[in-house]
């Protein structure tokens, strides 16, 4: 697609329930990342896909958090068993990987917020 | 460690005036620089990029930055701020080699009339 597509844009939850996030990224960006993003806060690196390369799941704050990248594109980041603590925004990136160096520019979705009742 | 550092939280300006957010970082190696913005409501939105090149760096809505090596700085700057640039501002190092990105706490503008 033109941009990087998530959804749903705004879901609300009771605490304890699974949510599942998805993110379209650019086509043909192999890099993939999620961010998280609390009220009046910055930005929470949660993971980084490249490629079919191991993900690098540094950032994923509890074993609640997993997420996964079928065929190199479309990823999803699931939240089990809810808490009011994850209420945010989570943003997805894509981004091309430039010729024999690091990462190019992140392209962002809009975000999908996320409200645990 | 990396890090990337916006010392102001939020600043206010009168529409017409201009513009300087501060930028730190701190990386081993030449890093890659950006500045995006966010909208209320919105995803981030790339401003401009620095690679490589003249420190000088132009970017979109008449914005620009400058790497300054010495000072490890890269401020971004608006000669004549537009109630339209009301938002919120990140700095952000990418490495040259892997995939981190490091992005600063983020610095909100305020355009006042």
């Known amino acids: 697609g033109a941009g990087v597509s998530q959804s749903p844009s705004n879901k609300v939850t009771e605490k304890g329930k699974d949510v599942e996030l998805r993110c379209d990224p650019i086509?043909?960006?192999?890099?993939l990342y999620w961010y998280r993003q609390s009220l009046g806060q910055g930005l929470e690196f949660l993971i980084y896909f490249q490629g079919n390369s191991a993900p690098d799941k540094s950032g994923l704050p509890s074993d609640r958090f997993s997420a996964e990248r079928t065929g190199g594109s479309v990823s999803t980041l699931t939240i089990q068993r809810t808490q009011q603590e994850d209420s945010a925004v989570y943003l997805c990136?894509?981004?091309?990987?430039?010729?024999?160096?690091?990462?190019?520019?992140?392209?962002f979705g809009e975000g999908s917020r996320l409200t645990v009742l | 460690a990396q890090s990337v550092t916006q010392p102001d939280i939020h600043i206010t300006v009168s529409e017409g005036a201009s513009l300087e957010l501060r930028c730190n970082y701190s990386?081993?190696?030449?890093?890659?620089l950006f500045w995006y913005v966010q909208s209320p409501g919105q995803g981030l939105q790339l401003l401009l990029k620095?690679?490589?090149?003249?420190?000088l760096v132009q970017g979109i809505k008449g914005f620009e930055a400058e790497f300054k090596r010495s000072q490890s700085s890269f401020n971004l700057r608006k000669p004549s701020v537009h109630w339209s640039d009301a938002a919120e501002y990140f700095c952000?190092?990418?490495?040259?080699?892997?995939?981190?990105?490091?992005f600063g706490t983020g610095t909100s503008l305020t355009v006042i009339p």
């Open positions: 990386y081993g190696a030449t890093p890659y």
């Open positions: 952000a190092v990418g490495a040259n080699t892997g995939n981190q990105f490091y």
């Open positions: 086509s043909g960006h192999t890099a």
């Open positions: 620095y690679f490589s090149g003249d420190t």
């Open positions: 990136a894509s981004s091309s990987v430039l010729a024999g160096s690091g990462t190019g520019e992140l392209f």
